[in-house]
């Protein structure tokens, strides 16, 4: 059963939608729609046709229920911009955050609804990326050159 939300105050949501700006890549670039816009509108729009369609053709298959189905969000902008980007997604969700960084994973939160999950992610630089952004913050590891092992000589004593 999906968790059921009290309707908001609109002044509630418009300071959520407004915190956003202050999370917004410095880059200027931003492509996930928050807020009221004609693509979030037509996006949940398309949901909705979706589960109609399916529900009117009970005839056509669907996944079964321990299949999940997930809608990824993935945040944008520089490592700590989508780490406070996933962390204020999280409130707004009141879900956990799931911290894979430290063995270069992803930072993601998320709810589900049954089969069905949203998640916000944020992809963390690549360390060479990082490196490249910032070049005190990594040193690259030493490579090793690994040689093929000597071939044994003949044995000695054995007859």
């Not at 004609?38 to 046709?49: N, V």
């Not at 969700?93 to 993601?108: K, N, Q, R």
Request: glycine share 6%; with cysteine; aromatic share 6%.
């Amino acid at each position: 059963m999906a968790p059921t939300r009290q309707p908001e105050d609109s002044r509630v949501t418009d300071i959520r939608v407004g915190r956003w700006d202050a999370l917004l890549p410095s880059d200027g670039k931003w492509t996930n729609l928050v807020g009221r816009s004609s693509e979030r509108d037509e996006f949940i729009k398309r949901l909705r046709q979706l589960a109609d369609f399916l529900e009117a053709r009970p005839e056509i298959p669907v996944p079964p229920p321990y299949a999940t189905i997930t809608i990824n969000v993935f945040a944008e902008g520089t490592d700590a911009e989508k780490v406070a980007q996933v962390d204020y997604a999280s409130t707004l969700l009141d879900a956990p955050v799931t911290d894979g960084t430290s063995a270069d994973g992803h930072y993601i939160t998320g709810i589900g609804f049954g089969c069905l999950e949203y998640r916000f992610v944020a992809i963390p630089a690549k360390p060479a990326e990082r490196a490249a952004n910032n070049p005190v913050s990594v040193t690259p590891a030493p490579r090793i050159s690994r040689t093929a092992p000597a071939k044994p000589g003949p044995r000695r004593g054995v007859r």
